[in-house]
């Protein structure tokens, strides 16, 4: 079964209607993990590659350079569009057709990683839907802005947006 998440919203009802059916949920952004991790047999596999917004601030108070904004369904090669249209460039994936969530979840090597570190390095703030197993079910929306605290336990988090840091063209 496969829901096209549209919205926070879909997904946070995708995750209860899984939850009252005791299924199983996987999480498919581009569909590239080798492994095979955003599919299982019998799974609710919630699709976020509808989920494409790209903001820009040029006049970000936490980076210079400014930030760009993306949620989970856009590919590298649209975000890249997007940044070099404001003559700057971001961390990212050799392959275009690799989204930034698991890209980035993977530490995020990239061809100019040398210049400018790993994509993972890149990360101003992260927003996911959490969802907690504690006696009742609860989702939320929640905005993380200490990403190397770890997750913790009892919860699948789904990333909906990734803030990098922009850098200028060497």
């Known amino acids: 079964m496969i829901v096209m998440a549209n919205s926070v919203e879909d997904v946070q009802k995708s995750v209860l209607f899984a939850n009252r059916y005791d299924l199983l949920v996987t999480v498919h952004s581009s569909g590239h993990d080798y492994n095979g991790r955003s599919t299982a047999d019998g799974s609710l596999m919630i699709d ?7 903001s820009i601030n040029l006049q970000s108070k936490r980076h210079e350079a ?3 904004t993306v949620e989970s369904g856009n590919s590298w090669l ?3 569009e997007k940044v070099q249209s404001v003559d700057r460039v971001v961390v990212g994936g ?17 061809p100019i990683s040398r210049s400018f570190g790993l994509a993972a390095d890149q990360v101003l703030e992260t927003k996911h839907l959490e969802l907690f197993v504690i006696k009742a079910l609860m989702v939320k929306s929640k905005t993380t802005k200490q990403v190397g605290l ?4 009892y919860y699948i988090a789904v990333k909906s ?3 990098y840091r ?3 063209k060497i």
Do not use: A
């Open 150 to 153: 770890g997750l913790g336990g």
């Open 66 to 68: 400014g930030e760009v």
């Open 48 to 54: 976020l590659s509808s989920m494409k917004e790209i």
């Open 78 to 80: 649209k975000i890249y």
């Open 94 to 110: 050799s392959s275009h057709t690799v989204s930034p969530g698991g890209y980035t979840l993977g530490g995020g090597h990239s």
């Open 166 to 168: 922009l850098k200028t």
């Open 161 to 163: 947006e990734q803030f």
